[in-house]
């Protein structure tokens, strides 16, 4: 069961099934196998419910997925009577009244759910390592982070648990652990994928919910699932001409790509993840696309200033919202949340305001250019740990959040120093977000983090105008028939 689950994607798991060759009932117990023998390495799925889920594997189950096992992540995906806690000790807790919006069309495709998988506390961070439930480590590397914050997520699909898994992106939480982790990861553009009445717009509409999976044709099937619109939205991209199942294999044109490799920070990019670029840049050439270096003109710290403040007003409210004092929650979320308090409205949304600009500027450049190409990270997975605040600062910064010393952080220039140290390792990924356009990791890459080290995996991102996913998935198609990456597996 193990071989199967590895030799085939959750498309041909599920035609499988229909075929009578095996049962949803094995499918689900090989996964939960595979879950509990990688759990004590990985610490993918802290959240499990196996008896629900093989009670529904009993039953007859219909739709594109019917029968093949899945993992949501614990982060806007809620299953009804289940915990979701977002990696909050405040919230640990918390049951879900109601499926979500996700949850059930995940559930009318047949899909038999599990558990939910591991993020950072909030989901606010690139790397999944929460107080709550402790670290979770990358298959390819145990010594190093997945990713976030659909690590959890990442960490699964990576070691086989499931053949793909719910995951959402607020700004870059499914591309980058998709290249950390050597996974497709697809951010659809704001509102393909609805959050539902009870969350509206997430995150100023930055947030998308998405998949983290193996093969195209598994995210293009899984967005024809997800990718119906909820009630009262308030808006909603056009209908694709034609299923995005229907764009697997089909003619993707002669596209004008754009790359770049450069930091939009000017920070330092490994060479591993240049030379993924470049060599993307080449195999695109060699499909018959035009292919030069150009990209958006885009202040790249501009973006982080007006991403890190919207972030930080939304971590305060979310502080506010559970009820709990700051120093329930871990200690960079509590310094956060300060933050966001001392920032007044008219900075929120003069902030906010500069998402135009962006915006205006990608749509010039989409003017020109069908898909930009860019790295995905600036380097290899971080170490466990690695990311943690540095012991002084672990000292003082109680004590400044317990003084109420927000206002004064942010005039001693925090917001600056936090958004270069948050972003200088992820910082290709949020101008998506803000502009509200689709984009994808796909895994062509593979590169060694320093000499001498095994090589591991390397994401390189596309970004399209907004809501041409169609586009991203025909080129995703033809560049997985190129080179593909199904085979490839951590040792």
Not at 379 to 393: D, K, S
């Amino acid at each position: 069961m193990d071989e199967l689950m590895a030799r085939n994607d959750a498309t041909a798991l599920a035609a499988l099934v229909a075929a009578g060759q095996v049962s949803a009932a094995e499918l689900l117990e090989a996964a939960i196998a595979r879950a509990d023998a990688t759990a004590g390495t990985l610490n993918h799925t802290p959240i499990r419910f196996d008896d629900v889920a093989r009670a529904r594997a009993r039953q007859a189950l219909s739709g594109k997925f019917a029968g093949v096992p899945f993992l949501l992540k614990d982060i806007g995906q809620e299953y009804a009577g289940q915990p979701y806690t977002a990696a909050a000790a405040p919230w640990r807790g918390r049951i879900a009244a109601e499926h979500s919006a996700y949850t059930r069309r995940c559930l009318e495709a047949g899909l038999v759910i599990f558990g939910r998988t591991a993020t950072p506390e909030l989901g606010l961070r690139a790397q999944t390592e929460s107080r709550l439930w402790g670290p979770t480590r990358n298959p390819w590397d145990s010594g190093r982070t997945p990713g976030g914050s659909s690590g959890g997520s990442a960490a699964a699909v990576a070691a086989g648990v499931v053949p793909m898994a719910g995951a959402n992106d607020g700004g870059g939480s499914i591309r980058i652990p998709a290249s950390y982790c050597g996974l497709f990861g697809l951010k659809p553009s704001t509102n393909r994928v609805g959050w539902g009445q009870a969350q509206g717009l997430n995150w100023e509409g930055a947030s998308a919910n998405g998949v983290l999976s193996r093969s195209v044709r598994d995210t293009a099937r899984m967005l024809d699932v997800l990718s119906v619109p909820e009630q009262g939205e308030f808006f909603v991209p056009a209908a694709p001409a034609r299923p995005y199942e229907a764009e697997l294999g089909a003619p993707v044109g002669r596209l004008r790509i754009g790359f770049s490799t450069a930091s939009p920070l000017g920070t330092e990019v490994h060479a591993g993840n240049v030379a993924a670029v470049r060599e993307a840049a080449r195999l695109l050439e060699g499909l018959g696309h035009d292919v030069e270096e150009a990209a958006p003109a885009i202040d790249g710290g501009g973006v982080a200033s007006a991403f890190l403040t919207m972030y930080l007003g939304q971590v305060a409210a979310d502080v506010a919202f559970s009820g709990a004092p700051d120093s329930a929650f871990e200690l960079e979320t509590g310094l956060l949340a300060a933050l966001g308090r001392a920032l007044s409205a008219a900075e929120y949304v003069t902030a906010h305001r500069t998402w135009n600009d962006f915006a205006r500027a990608l749509g010039r450049f989409h003017a020109t250019y069908d898909v930009w190409l860019l790295p995905t990270v600036a380097g290899p997975p971080p170490r466990i740990g690695e990311l943690a605040l540095p012991r002084a600062q672990q000292r003082i910064l109680p004590v400044l959040r317990a003084l109420g010393a927000g206002r004064l952080m942010l005039k001693l220039g925090m917001l600056e120093q936090i958004a270069h140290e948050s972003f200088a390792r992820t910082p290709f990924t949020q101008v998506s977000n803000m502009t509200f356009t689709p984009s994808m990791s796909v895994p062509l890459g593979m590169a060694a983090p320093e000499a001498g080290a095994a090589a591991l995996p390397v994401g390189v991102q596309f970004v399209a105008r907004y809501g041409a996913e169609d586009v991203l998935i025909r080129l995703a198609a033809q560049l997985e028939a190129a080179a593909p990456w199904a085979g490839r597996w951590p040792a």
